[in-house]
């Protein structure tokens, strides 16, 4: 398990990547089903897996602990049920937190983790979208090119 100096800025990361990525900033007060689910699925990750407090967890989202141990019951709850739209957020918010280690340089297991995690997100738009083999070449040489620009400052 990590320190909660460094589990607190993996937070912190993560809050910032969802922002970023997914375009929801689940410190707001926001009560969209959206919303509420990525708040949930980072709050059971954080409690869960590295052990962080429901205070700090809250402080971090501006919220109180008693919201935050509502959100971890109710991830808890809905990930056993065969509920699609928390189960993707789970999946989008875990994939997040690994990206955000790896950058951090907290856990270097992460780093295997999120490159498998690429790979399979990227197989499966191929088969879903039923791409040639050209077509998959280009599909791969733009990933490579934005995470290039993005990591390498171009």
């Not at 295997?112 to 280009?138: A, C, M, P, R, T």
């Amino acid at each position: 398990m990590i320190e909660q100096a460094e589990a607190s800025l993996l937070l912190r990361r993560t809050l910032n990547e969802l922002r970023f990525r997914v375009g929801i900033d689940i410190t707001s007060e926001h009560r969209y089903a959206a919303y509420v689910d990525y708040r949930s699925c980072v709050s059971l990750l954080f409690r869960n897996y590295y052990g962080m407090s429901y205070q700090t967890i809250a402080n971090a989202m501006n919220k109180n602990h008693a919201t935050i141990i509502y959100a971890c019951k109710r991830g808890k709850s809905l990930l056993e049920g065969s509920q699609g739209n928390i189960h993707r957020a789970y999946e989008n918010t875990k994939s997040i937190v690994d990206y955000c280690e790896v950058m951090l340089g907290i856990n270097p297991d992460s780093r295997e983790s999120l490159q498998i995690n690429i790979l399979d997100k990227i197989q499966d738009f191929i088969e879903l979208n039923d791409l040639d083999h050209v077509q998959s070449e280009i599909l791969a040489d733009g990933i490579i090119e934005k995470i290039h620009n993005r990591y390498c400052g171009i």
